[in-house]
């Protein structure tokens, strides 16, 4: 099922709006933008965004990010893939260090927007692997889950249930699009 960008645009609006924004920092803070634009991050550390979280985040999230390209790479070289599917030692463990560091500092909080985020950051053939991931994160014993995460998990199954496709992003928030 592929989107169009405006579709893509109307469900970044949805998310609301700190989340619409820590996935703005997060992908200002990935490779390779993070390595050529410090322009970006000292952006990030001098607006009234910092108001949101500790002035150290966006550092931190650079440092998570970090192994975001060798993780793109890897899943998508057919070579990496097992009989059983994709080898999780190469996606899962990478992979659900970022998610532990979104959900964690509470960056991301909903299914919508954790898809949202990783499918721009990995690509699209993450999103059938992404219901799983976030699970992963959620269970995971340094994440304090509520109520609320049941009903995500809810979500991220119906998502699995639906198959969303591995198609490729068509838009990816940056500047203007970006809540301030």
């Not at 097992?82 to 030692?89: H, S």
Request: hydrophobic share 45%.
């Amino acid at each position: 099922m592929d989107r169009s960008r405006r579709e893509e645009q109307e469900a970044f609006r949805e998310i609301d709006k700190v989340q619409r924004l820590a996935i703005c920092m997060l992908l200002d803070c990935a490779p390779p933008k993070a390595e050529v634009d410090s322009l970006a991050i000292r952006a990030w550390l001098a607006t009234k965004r910092d108001n949101l979280w500790n002035s150290s985040l966006p550092l931190a999230a650079i440092d998570a990010l970090k192994f975001v390209p060798r993780i793109s790479d890897q899943i998508r070289n057919k070579d990496n893939w097992t009989d059983c599917g994709r080898n999780e030692d190469l996606f899962f463990g990478p992979a659900l260090r970022i998610a532990n560091f979104c959900l964690g500092n509470d960056l991301i909080k909903t299914y919508s927007a954790f898809d949202f985020l990783f499918v721009r950051l990995l690509g699209g053939v993450v999103r059938p692997l992404n219901p799983a991931l976030f699970v992963a994160s959620l269970l995971h014993h340094s994440i304090e889950t509520s109520a609320f995460d049941s009903n995500e998990i809810d979500v991220a199954r119906s998502a699995r249930l639906d198959g969303w496709g591995t198609h490729e992003p068509v838009w990816i928030p940056e500047g203007a699009d970006c809540p301030l």
